[in-house]
């Protein structure tokens, strides 16, 4: 039996970082994220030995190990191993009795800024469900999925890349204190979604980035009570609530407001989220006709997002050709993990 998974990455369009601990738990946080059609992927296929393959095409890792309750976290395939001991933790009786081979990989590279980690530790969980019939809804595998890589893994980051992973579509989220997390699903209208798409460029720096050197600078400014750093995240905050509204009513012009200045608070966050490279990018953009741009995640590198009149899309991006990144073409993407089954006669019929 072969069992695949898949799950979207996203785009953070307002009230990033606001999802950070602390701040997320002295103050609340609240985020507008939207999926897109680039995906994590993940394929688990039932071997006669008792061997784990590994083939982590995301992490650059081929290991083969042998099938035990737990794996060592030795930095190869972290995600995976992670995922697969809490697995092994939390359902001891449902864990498989022989080997087996797991593939993953990304549309994405690592440090995009498109919650690629997150994404795939979603995917991995949403396979496992898949193949044990765990039961597992889109808040329990987003909170699994949370766990093992904050709290097990212990890797830097926020709340918001896990459910907009899990849920898909356009999501209002909230974070509380004792990590709760409310996901407000979005209605947009399909021509708001049409107009936002032909408003929109995703543009990849070429540079990928670790996130959690700006995270941790970003934690220390919000625990010392840094006044300029905590100020601008309650600006940022507010910014998801206002372009919530400009999104649900179709006003891109003002979505794009929003976004600017929410990128202007957001660079008063820590001192790496912005760099020559990005400000080279912004300068392009905006100069050759868009109304507003900022970089997806935490910031340093990865993808940027310009909003723009359609009409100025040709120049903006003869103008981004120009600099050593690329134009990413996406749409956004309406659904969550998936997970499915292959049986060897359903292979034979399909081929």
Request: proline content about 4%; glycine content about 10%; charged content about 20%.
């Amino acid at each position: 039996m072969i069992i695949r998974s898949k799950a979207p990455l996203r785009l953070g369009l307002a009230g990033g970082g606001s999802d950070v601990s602390p701040y997320s738990d002295i103050y609340g946080g609240l985020i507008l994220n939207a999926t897109i059609n680039l995906f994590a992927y993940c394929t688990i296929e039932e071997t006669d030995d008792a061997l784990i393959h590994i083939n982590a095409f995301d992490a650059d890792c081929v290991q083969d190990l042998p099938a035990a309750k737990s794996l060592d976290i030795d930095g190869k395939a972290s995600l995976f191993k992670g995922v697969y001991n809490r697995i092994m933790q939390d359902y001891p009786s449902d864990r498989p009795l022989s080997g087996f081979r797991i593939t993953t990989y990304n549309d994405a590279p690592a440090g995009s800024g498109l919650g690629t980690s997150s994404t795939m530790v979603v995917a991995i969980v949403k396979a496992f469900v898949e193949w044990l019939s765990l039961p597992l809804g889109d808040y329990e595998i987003a909170r699994l999925a949370y766990v093992i890589e904050r709290k097990d893994l212990g890797l830097e980051g926020g709340k918001q890349d896990q459910y907009a992973a899990s849920f898909g579509g356009f999501n209002y989220m909230e974070f509380l204190q004792s990590d709760i997390v409310i996901v407000n699903p979005l209605k947009v209208k399909k021509w708001i979604i049409d107009e936002l798409e032909s408003s929109m460029l995703l543009y990849f720096t070429g540079k990928s980035r670790s996130s959690a050197a700006i995270i941790s600078e970003q934690q220390k400014n919000t625990s010392s009570g840094n006044k300029v750093a905590v100020e601008a995240m309650h600006r940022i905050k507010q910014s998801a609530v206002d372009m919530k509204n400009a999104l649900l009513k179709g006003d891109i012009r003002e979505l794009a407001r929003i976004m600017g200045e929410a990128w202007e608070n957001k660079k008063k966050m820590a001192t790496s989220i912005t760099n020559p490279m990005i400000q080279e990018a912004m300068d392009a953009a905006l100069g050759a006709g868009a109304l507003a741009g900022k970089v997806s995640g935490a910031g340093g590198g990865g993808f940027i997002m310009f909003v723009l009149p359609p009409e100025k899309k040709v120049p903006v991006i003869a103008a981004l050709s120009k600099l050593p990144g690329t134009i990413m073409p996406f749409q956004f993407s309406e659904h969550g993990a998936k997970g499915w089954k292959i049986y060897p006669s359903d292979t034979v019929d399909n081929f």
